[in-house]
DNA sequence: ATGGCGGCTATGTTTACGTCA
DNA sequence: ACTGACGTAAACATAGCCGCC
């Protein structure tokens, strides 16, 4: 059984659902049931490099490593007189006057009118969404959005698709333009996210300079970048805790049905019930009564023939009883040394 | 200590675009 | 070739947290 996350993010195919949500009981998580289960031969190599992983992201978060400039990639583009890629990119090239406006860091347009810089102010005339906040940048309608566009950067999108589709001559009005990213560029922002998920601004800045880029573009990326990942792993995480509710389930039932045989047996023929002592076993863990077939081995086991304490030879219910119920809830039981799922 | 401010992330929504029947 | 449904991804909106002053 393989449980894996394809969405680029291989470095964290399975992370325990407990571990992500210390802080919540299993009840809040929905799950019914308190357990570390434990899934395939390799759930604890994984659980390791995970936590491994974990460390590591930690000490990343802590120094706040600016890894950009010694990433290597496929491509290393070469940069240009603004200190920008002159790779050619498929689609989303930032005109010249936007990518000086990123290398200068986001530089106050000009207000020359014979710039290309006042070109691009008419079309944010053309371009600025009605009752967003007007022609100040500022996006915020209801003042709870602090992030005001204030690097001019979501109009530079508007600008610089406008310039790409003047020759469709399609007035959008109020619509945004959209533009896809290059394969290249992704693939570079991706190979980025790989090294860390979050991004300080100079790395965001120089992300945006070698992919031709506004900062924003490389920000928003990062955002629906993470929100991906994190549905991803949602879905891989309800699908693994599906899966392990209804192998609890077959064991319950399987167990119960064990029992329900055993009391049968024993009504029926309780001389026979005199066993070897030594078939008995006590979980070291739960400090439960089990019987061999159930404490040490899997529940594959299916037709083992559990058997009863021979000290217990009376008969008396009281001492002779086996609760092989589930023993959801108990604190100290650790499915994974009684389960193991093929 | 406290409040305002700016920067950041997480999360949810909107919308443009591509694909396919 | 055209079209509508649908999925995806870029862009946006909002709330909350944190550090700084």
Not at 132 to 155: A, I, P, Q
Not at 163 to 171: A, W
Not at 254 to 270: D, G, V, Y
Request: aromatic fraction near 4%; proline fraction near 5%.
């Amino acid at each position: 059984m393989e449980l894996g996350l394809t969405l680029g993010d291989s470095s964290k195919p399975l992370i325990g659902l407990m571990e992500k949500h210390p802080h919540q009981t299993s009840k809040e998580l929905g799950l019914g049931f308190t357990t570390t289960l434990s899934i395939g031969p390799n759930i604890t190599t994984q659980i390791d490099q995970l936590q491994h992983e974990e460390q590591n992201t930690r000490t990343e978060n802590l120094h706040q490593l600016d890894l950009l400039p010694q990433l290597s990639f496929p491509w290393n583009p070469p940069q240009n007189e603004f200190g920008v890629s002159s790779r050619s990119l498929e689609v989303n090239v930032v005109p010249p006057v936007t990518a000086v406006a990123v290398a200068e860091d986001e530089a106050v347009l000009s207000s020359s009118p014979n710039s290309a810089a006042s070109s691009f102010q008419m079309d944010l005339c053309i371009y600025s969404r009605g009752g967003s906040g007007g022609g100040g940048g500022s996006l915020s309608g209801s003042g709870g959005n602090k992030r005001d566009f204030s690097d001019g950067e979501g109009y530079d999108q508007r600008n610089s698709s406008r310039v790409s589709d003047e020759d469709d001559n399609s007035v959008l009005g109020n619509t945004r333009k959209k533009l896809r990213l290059s394969k290249d560029q992704s693939a570079f922002l991706e190979e980025s996210f790989k090294e860390h998920h979050t991004l300080n601004p100079k790395q965001k800045l120089a992300l945006a300079k070698q992919l031709n880029l506004r900062p924003r573009q490389v920000e928003v990326w990062f955002q629906n970048r993470r929100a991906r990942t994190k549905l991803k792993q949602t879905e891989v995480d309800c699908e693994y805790l599906k899966r392990c509710c209804e192998t609890l389930t077959e064991e319950n039932r399987r167990l119960h049905k064990e029992l329900q045989e055993l009391r049968a047996l024993k009504t029926s023929n309780p001389f026979n019930m005199q066993l070897p002592a030594t078939t008995l076993t006590m979980c070291p863990s739960c400090e439960r009564v089990a019987t061999n077939s159930t404490a040490t081995s899997s529940v594959t086991n299916n037709t083992s023939a559990a058997t009863i304490n021979a000290s217990n030879k009376t008969s008396d219910d009281s001492t002779s009883k086996v609760d092989i119920g589930f023993p959801f809830g108990k604190s100290k039981f650790q499915p994974q040394q009684h389960l193991e799922l093929n």
